[in-house]
C-alpha cells in the first residue's frame, strides 16, 4: 500500500499520511515477531547441525561396540523424532505469521477473534501465498462484517450550528428575555 494509492482513492494527503505512518507501526511490529520467529528458527536449525555431527562422530568411535551401538540408534531415533517435530512448528509457525498479517491486511479490526473463526487446518502455504484463506474471510466479510474496516467510508461533514439566539434574527417577541432585561434595568 502507498500514500498514492489512497491519495488516488480521494483521501485527503494528511489522512494518507496518517494512515501511512499507522500502517508503517503495525509492519514493523510484524517484522520484529517475524525477525524473532527466524531467529528462533535458525537457532534451533544450528543445534540440529550440532547434534547431528557429535551423533555422527559417536557412531563412528563406537563401531564394534553393540551396546553402544543401540544406544546410538536410539539417540539418533530420538533426533530424528524431534527434528520432524521442530520443522512441523516452525511450519505452523510460518503459517500463523502468514495468516496474521494477511488478516491485517484485509483489514480485521481485531486479528485474534478472527483468528478463530477461520479454519486453519484447511489453508496451504504456497509459494503463491496462502490457499484457501481468501474464501474464508470472504465468507466472513459477507456474514460478519462488523469485524472487518469497512472499505467505504461515508465522508460527513460535522453540522455546524452558531452560539446565540437559536431563531435568528433581531428582533424579539412580547415576553421574550431582552424585554424583561430591560424592566429590571437600574438607573442613577
Avoid: C, W, Y
Avoid at 564394534?64 to 516452525?90: C, H, I, P
Avoid at 500463523?96 to 483489514?107: P, R, T, V, Y
Avoid at 509459494?127 to 474471510?137: T, V
Amino acid at each position: 500500500m502507498k500514500k498514492e494509492d489512497l491519495i488516488a482513492l480521494g483521501i485527503d494527503e494528511e489522512t494518507a499520511k496518517s494512515v501511512m505512518a499507522l500502517h508503517g507501526k503495525i509492519v514493523t511490529q510484524l517484522n520484529a515477531q517475524v525477525a524473532t520467529a527466524e531467529g528462533e528458527r535458525d537457532s534451533a536449525k544450528q543445534e540440529l547441525e550440532a547434534n547431528q555431527a557429535e551423533l555422527d562422530a559417536l557412531k563412528e568411535s563406537s563401531k564394534g561396540n553393540e551396546e553402544l551401538t543401540k544406544q546410538l540408534a536410539d539417540l539418533q531415533e530420538k533426533f530424528d523424532e524431534a527434528k520432524t517435530n521442530s520443522e512441523k512448528q516452525l511450519a505452523e509457525q510460518q503459517k500463523d505469521f502468514a495468516i496474521k498479517l494477511a488478516l491485517k491486511e484485509s483489514g480485521a479490526l481485531d486479528d485474534s477473534i478472527v483468528l478463530g473463526l477461520i479454519d486453519k487446518e484447511t489453508i496451504k502455504v504456497t509459494d503463491d501465498g496462502l490457499q484457501g484463506l481468501n474464501e474464508q474471510l470472504d465468507n466472513l466479510k459477507q456474514s460478519k462484517d462488523f469485524l472487518f474496516q469497512s472499505a467505504k467510508k461515508e465522508e460527513t461533514s460535522p453540522q455546524i450550528v452558531a452560539g446565540g439566539n437559536p431563531v435568528g434574527g433581531g428582533t424579539t417577541t412580547a415576553g421574550s428575555q431582552p424585554e424583561k432585561l430591560n424592566e429590571f434595568r437600574i438607573t442613577k
